[in-house]
T-cell receptor
């Protein structure tokens, strides 16, 4: 158990809908990262937040957005869903105060299926 | 954009044999991470390599980093079935603490008895 929690574990929805994925980082971690894992694209970095602020953006679509709240939990919002958005979405955390590296600890993931 | 290439992508090996997984990356970075993923599971951190020449070992796995060659290796010694999994390297690019992470495609390792 990495200490990172994600909800829900599974999500089935229809095209055009909007969903929200939630992540709680390890206690003390300030950074949260979101990733999308699919068979054809592999593991793609989407976005990073550090202590409530967006710090790095990867291959995140405009239909997707994220935020990190004062209690450091994060949410990833996916809207106007398409079939191709079906994937496993991971959240990871790192960056305890005083830490030197960005070793990431991954949550169990949310499997999104768009029908 | 930083590119990360792993090879081989698939590795089927016998128990007790040795083998090496390679991770090449395209631009300067001195921070590299190895992860393991079991089927249907999340990623588990294995090694953190933060400088040129860094070497870390845990059990039958040893990872090293050569930043000048932009190459990291994950060496497996005397493989056992429990090591069967997919192994990813991830390279960190940019300034400290605000980096993007670039993952390789993964190496799917199958250790046969």
């Amino acid at each position: 158990d990495s200490g990172v929690t994600q909800t829900p574990k599974h999500l089935i929805t229809a095209t055009g809908q909007r969903v929200t994925l939630r992540c709680s980082p390890r206690s003390g971690d300030l950074s949260v990262y979101w990733y999308q894992q699919s068979l054809d694209q592999g593991l793609q970095f989407l976005i990073q937040y550090y202590n409530g602020e967006e710090r790095a953006k990867g291959n995140i679509l405009e239909r997707f957005s994220a935020q990190q709240f004062p209690d450091l939990h994060s949410e990833l919002n996916l809207s106007s869903l398409e079939l191709g958005d079906s994937a496993l979405y991971f959240c990871a955390s790192s960056g305890r105060r005083g830490g030197w590296d960005n070793e990431q600890f991954f949550g169990p993931g949310t499997r999104l299926t768009v029908l | 954009e930083l590119k990360v290439e792993q090879n081989p992508l698939f590795l089927s090996m016998q128990e007790e044999k040795n083998y090496t997984i390679y991770c090449n990356y395209s631009t300067t970075s001195d921070r590299l991470y190895w992860y393991r993923q079991d089927p249907g599971k999340s990623l588990e951190s294995l090694f953190v390599l933060l400088s040129n020449g860094a070497v870390k070992q845990e059990g039958r796995l040893m990872a090293s980093l050569d930043t000048k060659a932009r190459l990291s290796t994950l060496h497996i010694t005397a493989a056992v079935h429990d090591l069967s999994a997919t192994y990813f390297c991830a390279v960190e690019g940019g300034s400290y603490n605000f980096n993007k992470f670039y993952f390789g495609s993964g190496t799917k390792l199958n250790v046969k008895p």
